[in-house]
Every structure is written in structure tokens, then in C-alpha cells.
């Protein structure tokens, strides 16, 4: 799929990328503005701040073993799908704007092939999530008990249907022998696969908000049913809490990506009236916010995130050689932290529980807390 190979009939596989630029109507500059500087420029400032933030996030999972249970190891899978975005935007912003003129047609379905596995990754994440706390909230638990091995097998799957839609085009379901059905955003895209990509992502959305619609119905209905128990509420209080952070990842990446997704469907209906090219960087540029958005609503609604987060980046600032001085300030800490939750009620039925802020927290133990 390169210009090295010869054309046949109705085929045009020995053309350029600017080939299909042009035919589409999709001009690129032959050289650097200064409107291409500043978009790269804050392009790849943002990349830097979404593979940081959400390294951070990944790395806070994994060394505090609060968050080992399946929900949070689908919010970190959440967030390496974030991390490959920011990594797939950062590659974009290297072969953007007079850079596309020289790449092949290979390296260009790359380059919206990474796009596409990174938004798939995330959606599917996200529909993973909305069924699992749908089966927690419905039995009134904080956690699924699903095994570590289902959860691996399930991460595993997210990302097998992720690099498979990223490989669709690519496959040939693009516009190489039909030209006049090509894309405007996308050139070399086939106008029924943005439609068809377009619609199942928006049809997910959909599902997912009718499944937190339904959840959220049922919470607000259990919860007037119980007894004012000193347990019983603080189990409704952190489930809804738990909740709230949950949909406020969802409510923002159903906003950041939807314009994006509606302008890609005009584009693939051929909307010529719509002027789908002069929106498509302020959709792209709301799409890849998304990306740091995560990290912050973690910080915001959970107070031992935020606790792992300063440890990581104290940890970071001081250096190996004051390791061990970080180690003991954060040991007498969770010392003082196990002490005050020896004297509070644990959640029946539960391996853990969360503070009323949404912070997770697991019951003491004499081990932990010696």
C-alpha cells in the first residue's frame, strides 16, 4: 500500500498522499505558518502533560494495593489508554500539517490507525466499567468479585478489538479504489467507515448512559429503603461516591468526544454544506484534553490518590537518597491512618471500603499497621 506499488484498474495504489488530498478538497501547505507552529507547539506541550499524568495514575495503582481490586485496574487500563492517546497524538504532531506531504500512504494509515486504537481502547474500557459497576451496584457491593485472571483476559480483549478497529482501514476498508467516496477530514478513508465508526461509538455512548441512568434509578431507590444504620449509610454513601467519580469520567469523555464523532458522521453522509474542515482542530484539540482530564477528577475525588500521587512525586523530587526519609514519613502516616480506622465500622462482606470523599481505604490489619 505504498507508491512503489503499480496501479490498476479503477486502483490508484501508486499515488501520493497529496493525491488524495487534492481530490478531496483537503489542501496542506507547502510551508510552515505560524498558525502550524502554535498548534504543534501546544500540541505536544499537551501530549507531554497527558502521558505524564496519566504514568502517574498507572504507577499509583500499582504500588498502592488499596486500588487492587477489578474496578481500579480498569480505571488504570483507562488510563494507559490515555497514555497510548497522548503517545499517538504525539506521533501525529510529527507528521502533521507540511510533514504530510512526505509521508507514504503506509505511514499515514498509521498515523490515523494509532487514533483509532486509542479512541477504541478508551470506549471499550468504558463500557467494561459501566458493566462491572453494574453488577456491583445491583448486589449492593463496593467490589465485583471477578478474579484476577478474568480481569487480565478482559484488558486483553479491550485491546484485541482496539488494534483490530485501528487495522480496519488499513485491512481495506478505505477509499484506494473508489475515489469519489473518499473522505474529506480523512482522505484516504472510506466515507462509510466513518459512518460506521462514527455510529457504533455514539450507539456505545448511548448504552453506557442508559446503564448509569438505570444505575443511578436503582441507587436513589435502595437508598430510601434503608435504616439510618451508622454502616448501612456510609456503604450507600461510598457506592454513590464511587459512582459519581465514575460517571464524571464517562460525562467528560461523552463531551470531549462527541463533537468530534458528529463531524466525522456529516463528513461520511458528504455534509458538503457543513464545513466539517473548519471545525475539525478544535475537535481534535477537545478530544485530546480528554486524555488529562482523568488524572484530575482522580485527584478531586480521591483523597488516597491524592496521598499516592505526592508519594510518587516526592519520591521523584528527593531521589534515591533520601528514600529512606520519604519511606518512614509515609509509614508513620499510614500508621496514624490505621490507628484512626481501627476504631471505625467495617463494611460486611467487602474486603474494603471508601471514605465518604470517595478515597479508598482497606480495614487495618495488625500487619499493616505495625
Known amino acids: 500500500m505504498d507508491t512503489m506499488t503499480d496501479d490498476t484498474a ?10 488524495f488530498y487534492n481530490a478531496s478538497g483537503k489542501n496542506i501547505s507547502n510551508h510552515w505558518r505560524t498558525r502550524d507552529y502554535v498548534i504543534v507547539t501546544l500540541g505536544m506541550l499537551v501530549c507531554f502533560i497527558v502521558i505524564f499524568s496519566n504514568m502517574l495514575v498507572m504507577v499509583a495503582i500499582f504500588i498502592n ?36 506531504i512526505k509521508l507514504s500512504k503506509y505511514q499515514w494509515f498509521v498515523r490515523q490507525g494509532l487514533i483509532d486504537t486509542s479512541l477504541t481502547a478508551s470506549v471499550v474500557n468504558l463500557l467494561a466499567i459501566a458493566v462491572e459497576r453494574h453488577q456491583t451496584i445491583f448486589t449492593m457491593q463496593l467490589h465485583s468479585k471477578m478474579t484476577n485472571q478474568r480481569v487480565v483476559l478482559l484488558i486483553l480483549g479491550i485491546w484485541v478489538v482496539a488494534v483490530i478497529m485501528g487495522l480496519v482501514p488499513t485491512m481495506g476498508w478505505h477509499c484506494l479504489c473508489d475515489l469519489d467516496n473518499c473522505s474529506t477530514m480523512a482522505p484516504m478513508y472510506s466515507r462509510s467507515y466513518l459512518v460506521f465508526w462514527a455510529v457504533l461509538n455514539l450507539l456505545t455512548f448511548t448504552v453506557m448512559l442508559a446503564v448509569y441512568t438505570r444505575i443511578f434509578l436503582y441507587v436513589r431507590h435502595k437508598s430510601q429503603r434503608m435504616s439510618q444504620h451508622t454502616t448501612q449509610m456510609r456503604h450507600k454513601e461510598t457506592v454513590v461516591n464511587l459512582m459519581k467519580t465514575v460517571s464524571l469520567i464517562l460525562g467528560c469523555f461523552v463531551i470531549c468526544w462527541t463533537p468530534g464523532l458528529v463531524v466525522l458522521l456529516l463528513d461520511g453522509l458528504g455534509c458538503d454544506k457543513c464545513q466539517v474542515l473548519r471545525y475539525e482542530k478544535y475537535c481534535l484539540v477537545l478530544a485530546e484534553c480528554n486524555s488529562f482530564v482523568n488524572p484530575i477528577i482522580y485527584s478531586f475525588r480521591d483523597k488516597d490518590m491524592r496521598r499516592t500521587f505526592r508519594r510518587i512525586l516526592c519520591f521523584c523530587w528527593r531521589g534515591g537518597d533520601r528514600q529512606g526519609e520519604s519511606g518512614v514519613r509515609f509509614n508513620t502516616l499510614e500508621q496514624e491512618q490505621c490507628k484512626s480506622r481501627s476504631a471505625e465500622l467495617d463494611l460486611p462482606g467487602n474486603g474494603a471500603s471508601l471514605a465518604l470523599d470517595g478515597s479508598s481505604e482497606v480495614p487495618a490489619s495488625s500487619e499493616s499497621c505495625n
Open 10 to 19: 479503477g486502483c490508484f495504489y501508486n499515488r501520493s498522499v497529496k493525491f
Open 65 to 100: 494495593r488499596r486500588f487492587h481490586f477489578p474496578i481500579y485496574y480498569l480505571l488504570g487500563n483507562l488510563a494507559a489508554a490515555d497514555l497510548f492517546s497522548g503517545i499517538s497524538y504525539l506521533h501525529m504532531m510529527f507528521h502533521t500539517g507540511p510533514w504530510t
